[in-house]
């Protein structure tokens, strides 16, 4: 067993470097495998390692985080920070299983929990307007961890991921839509130093304002996403000056020439991807503070 200490700070080469020395200590070959246990950032940093260690072992991943189990453990992708850019160092590869049993989500703490919903709230958004109503109507038993009704959750979002990642595993893509709420969402996480899932939650509801005044997205559909994300209280305030998002989403590693894929909705369960340049998607958020 090696731990690694929680948290963010702990995705970095450096720990990268320590934990190769370590397996080497353990005399790992390459019929070796990784068993990654943990939230996102150990299965990132497991996913990145067994990848790269010995040019690549084996690995499977038992997530026990919620935003883990619905997103970061699917798909294959994994890496490193380097220092405050997101994941700038990784590779696409994919573990032989991933684990996820709702009964662990019991003692995370309520930060967490809620911050991996919103990935629920975001599948359902681009994706399937069912699981988004199943959401809607279902608040008591969500805020309760009912593990019935987790299961269902957790395996309808799998389910979903797994159907994009599979159409499109290297992003060039379908596998883009699960982008939505990220772009902002990324920059109010770097700043702000939010979670990444209340962080998506403010992203979602700029994408779905510039989505309605786009003229794609009905008032109605919009209030809708935007008071499931305040009903679980996701919505945090931040303080971020607009030229920091300018710059910011200036520099996103998915951009394109001067322009970003950026992810809209049409209605609730329905994406669309229209490329778009940074200065016109922050003049089109308005006030982006003011959500
Ligand atoms: N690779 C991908 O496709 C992908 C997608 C989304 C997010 N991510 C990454 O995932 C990371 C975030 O993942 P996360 O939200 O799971 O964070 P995390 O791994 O830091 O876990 C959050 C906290 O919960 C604790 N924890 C985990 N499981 C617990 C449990 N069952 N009971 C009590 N405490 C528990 C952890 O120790 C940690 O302190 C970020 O680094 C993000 O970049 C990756």
């Not at 005399?27 to 299965?43: D, E, K, P, T, Y």
């Not at 309808?156 to 060039?172: G, H, Q």
């Amino acid at each position: 067993l090696i731990e690694i200490p929680p948290g963010e700070k702990s995705k970095k080469l450096a720990v990268i470097e320590d934990l190769s020395a370590r397996l080497i200590e353990l005399g790992i070959g390459r019929n070796g495998f990784l068993l990654a246990i943990g939230g996102g950032v150990v299965c990132d940093i497991t996913g990145f390692l067994a990848s790269v260690y010995m040019r690549g072992i084996r690995s499977g991943f038992i997530s026990t985080s919620l935003l883990s189990q619905v997103d970061a453990s699917i798909g294959g992708k994994n890496g490193v920070n380097i220092g405050n850019a997101k994941n700038m160092v990784g590779t696409f590869s994919q573990p032989e299983f991933v684990l996820c049993d709702p009964d662990m989500l019991q003692t995370l703490p309520a930060d967490e929990y809620l911050s991996g919903l919103s990935e629920i709230i975001k599948t359902g958004a681009i994706l399937d307007e069912e699981l988004f109503t199943s959401i809607e109507s279902n608040y008591d038993a969500i805020i309760k961890r009912d593990p019935g009704l987790l299961r269902e959750l957790i395996s309808r979002s799998v389910e979903l991921k797994a159907f994009v990642v599979n159409e499109d595993e290297y992003e060039t893509g379908l596998r883009r839509i699960l982008n939505f709420g990220h772009t902002f969402g990324h920059v109010i996480e770097t700043i702000a130093g939010q979670k990444h899932g209340f962080a998506v939650a403010s992203g979602m509801v700029l994408a779905g304002n510039i989505s309605g005044r786009l003229g794609l997205l009905n008032p109605s559909e919009n209030e809708r996403l935007r008071k499931l994300i305040e009903r679980f209280g996701l919505l945090e305030v931040f303080n971020i000056p607009t030229g920091d998002f300018i710059s910011m989403i200036s520099r996103d590693k998915k951009k394109e020439e001067d322009e970003i894929n950026f992810v809209l909705i049409e209605r609730i369960g329905k994406a669309v991807v229209k490329k778009m340049k940074p200065t016109d998607l922050v003049q089109l958020a308005g006030s982006v503070n003011v959500l």
